[in-house]
């Protein structure tokens, strides 16, 4: 880390307070002693089944996700206190208790596996009780390590599954016996040993993985540098930093809330100390991080699940979310810049800046996260190419002493990917029982055609009931999506509110390709971090800031202005995903929407090349939205609009005497 870092950046102790206090993740024990030992050699232990099972081949379906699931929950049990108030230091007597239970729960399928494949369908007593126990384990753990609202939704739908006959009107269903609820939930792959923990037992393990052995390269230290050197002495110097830091990190990043910590604990104090007020600091750093869940190539972990559940090629996934993401950051990156001239900041002094030879000395950080990219696009498997980004990040840290992984860091790697992972299994195995309950209930179509029935209440009108039932689903993804991870977040909103803009297809000219409808549900659920009333992300940027929680994370919401725009558009012209479009087609999209969002931050913001006031502020949003939407006509109009608003300003500001120096001033 560089000097200049140390003099603002939070302590590793209060980055870690902050961790705890806002990401339930981070809330572990501390231990010492012999049973230290134990759970670095369970860890161990974990990453090097996954990486056998990466490597050679995975095991039996229910047997791969049992070991998992197994070991994710002994970990959990053992690391993460049932209170936060709950001594740290030593690990309680129930806790032994649960995770041996989780131990004979989750081995139970590898010992019996030849007879209970023989009689799928059917369970005995015992297996009602192993069931039972696992619903009970998977729940508690989640609660520990993902926290309450994902539990309180999964016990609602256990709830609904069983109780279908009295349930009012359209979510009325003959409902479930407890014996085919706990057969469903275990003993098939519908439930917690569905889709989204085969997904994380296989891909997101790996990818976890190779972000730990990434980050013992000192990757994350040099994002701060890279972004100083290229952003530092730009008008709102430290505001810029905080966008390009957040957008780097996004790419092998699975939270918004470590996102927040890690580059804001630098960015946030900078950015106040050089005039930024701390709403707004907090905001900047809130939403730069937010956005680093749709970065390819990771997207929150959310990208593998996708693959799974829209059907579509990892590498497409990938291809449709660059557009997007690259609008999403530089909405931000505009916005900050505008709001810098408006308040007159400049960027940091010259001594701060580290020397941008030695920076880009060490770019070759950054190829392991290209070189992934690359394996998969000529047809690697998802496992293989994270496994090879492993190892080729361990041959390029020997390139130098101070990247170098060495042996007590191959470790670190280890026990940091699988502790980084138990979070993401309980996860996704508490979100199974969600799937599992919509699947048996069919409760996912109902709220489709009910949601699309609302809007057909209002209006008959093709095009408006599509822009009214893509409202009432944006409202559900970022209603379900406060407080749950990413992955979690995704997997239900994929499930519940997904199936509206699905419904809707056979009433519409054109279809809404399917990939677009998982992107629109999969952005407004992430959203959900920066959106009050419960916003993590930049609840956990006050931390730092010391601003106030709701004034944050409404500033936060209107830099991440395109989070709520962009979904609209590519939902109605698939272009902006790189469907059905041409190169030439990619980069005149690119061009209008970039310069849409010049005109929609410049609007929002209120300054241009001078202060707007209410009536140009108006057009040049509407501009803005002009330029975005991805279609000949409108792109016309609203660059004829922009290439006036340009003229229009930069004519008066010429005439009101400032400076011909200030009045050129666009260093973005």
């Known amino acids: ?75 959990i049990f053992l690391l993460f206190p049932a209170r936060n108030s709950a001594l740290r230091q030593k690990i309680a007597w129930y806790d032994y208790i649960l995770a041996v239970l989780a131990l004979i729960v989750c081995g139970y399928w590898p010992v019996f596996y030849d007879s209970l494949v023989q009689k799928i369908g059917s369970i005995d007593t015992t297996q009602m009780i192993i069931g039972g126990l696992a619903i009970i384990l998977v729940l508690e753990a989640a609660r520990r390590v993902v926290g309450l609202p994902l539990v309180v939704i999964a016990i609602a739908f256990l709830l609904y599954a069983l109780y279908g006959p009295s349930m009012p ?9 407890l014996e085919q609820l706990i057969n469903s939930m275990f003993f098939t792959t519908e439930g917690i040993l569905g889709t989204p923990l085969q997904v994380s037992s296989t891909f997101i393990f790996l990818f976890i993985l190779f972000g730990a052995f990434l980050g013992q390269t000192g990757v994350g230290d040099y994002f701060n540098d890279l972004a100083i050197s290229i952003a ?101 990156w505009i916005m900050v810049h505008f709001e810098a001239k408006k308040q007159g900041l400049r960027g940091l002094p010259k001594e701060e800046i580290p020397a941008k030879k030695e920076v880009f000395k060490k770019i070759y950080l950054l190829t392991p996260i290209l070189a992934i990219i690359i394996f998969m696009d000529i047809g690697m498997s998802i496992s293989r190419a994270a496994l090879l980004g492993v190892l080729f990040t361990i041959i390029v840290s020997l390139f130098r002493r101070d990247t170098r992984i060495t042996l007590p860091k191959f470790f670190v790697a280890l026990t940091e990917g699988a502790r980084s992972a138990l979070g993401v299994a309980a996860a996704t195995a508490c979100a199974g029982i969600i799937v599992g309950v919509v699947t048996k209930t069919g409760l996912g179509l109902k709220l489709g055609n009910e949601i699309v029935g609302l809007a057909k209440t209002i209006t008959s009108d093709p095009n408006t009931l599509l822009l009214l039932t893509l409202f009432f689903t944006m409202i559900t993804s970022i209603i379900i999506g406060m407080g749950s991870p990413t992955t979690a977040n995704y997997i239900i909103t994929s499930t519940i509110a997904l199936p509206a803009i699905l419904a809707l297809n056979n009433q519409l000219e054109v279809a809404v390709p399917v990939l677009a409808a998982h992107m629109f549900v999969f952005y407004f659920g992430i959203v959900a971090d920066i959106t009050p009333p419960v916003a993590l992300a930049a609840f956990a940027a006050t931390g730092i800031s010391g601003g106030e929680p709701i004034r944050t994370g409404i500033n936060a919401s209107k830099l991440a202005v395109a989070a709520f725009i962009i979904p609209y558009m590519f939902v109605m012209e698939p272009e902006l995903l790189m469907i059905n479009t041409t190169f030439f087609g990619v980069l005149w999209i690119i061009f209008t929407a970039i310069t849409g969002m010049v005109g929609i931050g410049a609007g929002l913001i209120g300054y241009w090349y001078k202060k707007l006031n209410w009536i140009e502020r108006i057009a040049s949003v509407v501009i803005g939205l002009f330029l975005i939407y991805p279609e000949g006509f409108s792109d016309l109009i ?22 011909e120096k200030e009045a050129k001033e666009v260093n973005m």
């Open 1 to 75: 880390m560089t000097e200049h870092n140390e003099k603002v950046q939070l302590s590793e102790e209060e980055q870690k307070a902050l961790m705890e206090k806002y990401d339930v993740e981070s809330r572990t024990r501390k231990l010492s002693g012999i049973m230290s030992k134990v759970i670095i050699g369970l860890l161990v232990a974990f990453s090097l089944f996954q990486i056998y099972t990466g490597a050679f081949g995975e095991l039996t379906a229910y047997i791969q996700r049992t070991v998992h699931l197994g070991f994710a929950l002994v970990l």
């Open 169 to 177: 009107g359209m979510l009325a269903h003959r409902g479930l016996s």
């Open 232 to 332: 530092g002495r730009r008008i709102g110097g430290p505001a810029k930093v905080a966008v390009f830091t957040s957008a780097l990190e996004g790419t092998i990043s699975g939270s918004s809330v470590a996102n927040v910590v890690q580059s804001g604990s630098y960015t946030i104090p900078l950015m106040k100390r050089l005039g930024y007020h701390r709403n707004f600091a907090g905001a900047v750093e809130a939403a730069a991080s937010t956005g680093g869940q749709i970065m390819p190539p990771v997207m929150g972990a959310a990208a593998f699940l996708m693959v799974e559940f829209a059907g579509v090629p990892y590498i497409e996934i990938v291809k449709a979310a660059v557009i997007p993401a690259i609008l999403y950051f530089t909405g931000i």
């Open 638 to 659: 609203g660059l004829a609009g922009f290439i006036a608003m340009v003229v229009y300003q930069f004519v008066l500001k010429k005439g009101s005497g400032v400076g």
